[in-house]
């Protein structure tokens, strides 16, 4: 998930603040779930498109694009104001990026003509890693900066068994950022802390590396979402299924915490790999259902959660 605010104003982005009309805030050019989600800017919105990278653009890509984040939101009777910054270690984007990256970042076909502020469902340091605007060890260096110490490891019970961080849940997900999102807001209203890897800085680690470093945790919950379609060789058809990453993430959690501590949540029609037998597969459903049975996992394993 990323912001793109586009303005007809050739100095909008030499300093902050900047205002943009409140019909043209999280709506246009915005998928209507996405935007009914942030449009009303209440607390838990604002909080998440600041945690948002963003694109500042001029219409036309007049200039060179930039790359940061929206620090503060002000609401006004009929505008939103927003202080903002640029990446210290990102480049500027050259004149022309975002039409190249049109299909990547799912740009209107008039979009870049227009003033507004859009948030998109693309995953963006991905996308200018793959493109080859932004390198990796820029990645790095920018996450760094906010460096998120680790899950705090307790120390070894008396009896020499293992003991477990019953404070916060190690959360694996795919492209779904909806779903990730909602899931997150769930394990913050039961009084938990949520861990979701690509939000902790790498500091030169390896994903594998990160995935140790950050799942030093309780409890944790795989999110199966129809990221990709998978078949048989020579198959005309073949079934939405999750993410490569999940799939490895799942069992490398079952193996480090055990089945008891790992729940799998299944969005919409997926196929589960047939190999990690004996899991609890929640469907997410539209009741919250989910929820409850989630609640009634975390507080078999001894964590204190009340929905």
Known sequence: ??????????????????????????????????????????????????????????????????????????L??????????????????????????????????????????????????????????????????????????????????????????ASQVFIVHGHDELAKLEMADFIESVGLEPIILHMQASSGRTIIEKIEYYSNVGFGIVLYTPCDVGQKAGALSGRYRARQNVVFEHGYLIGKLGRSRVSAVVKGDVETPNDISGVVYVPMDDDGIWKTELVRELASVGYAVGA
């Open 76 to 165: 006004r009777q009929s505008s939103v104001v927003i202080d903002f910054e640029f990446d210290p270690i990102l480049p500027p984007l050259r004149i022309g990026a975002i039409e190249d990256l049109r299909i990547d970042i799912d740009l209107g076909k008039w979009e870049l003509s227009r003033t507004h502020w859009a948030v998109k469902d693309e995953p963006l340091f991905e996308i200018l890693l793959r493109r080859g605007y932004v390198t990796q060890q820029q990645l790095d260096a920018c996450q760094s900066l906010n460096e998120t110490p680790p899950p705090v490891a307790p120390a070894p019970s008396s009896n020499g068994q293992t003991a477990f961080n």
């Open 1 to 74: 998930m990323f912001n793109l605010l586009i303005s007809g104003n050739p100095e909008s982005w030499e300093s902050s603040p900047y205002e943009v009309d409140r019909s043209r805030a999280v709506v246009e050019y915005t998928a209507n779930e996405i935007s009914e989600r942030y449009k009303f800017f209440d607390e838990k919105a604002i909080r998440e498109l600041k945690s948002f990278p963003s694109l500042f653009v001029i219409e036309n890509e007049e200039k060179e694009s930039r790359i940061g984040y929206i620090t503060n939101i002000r």
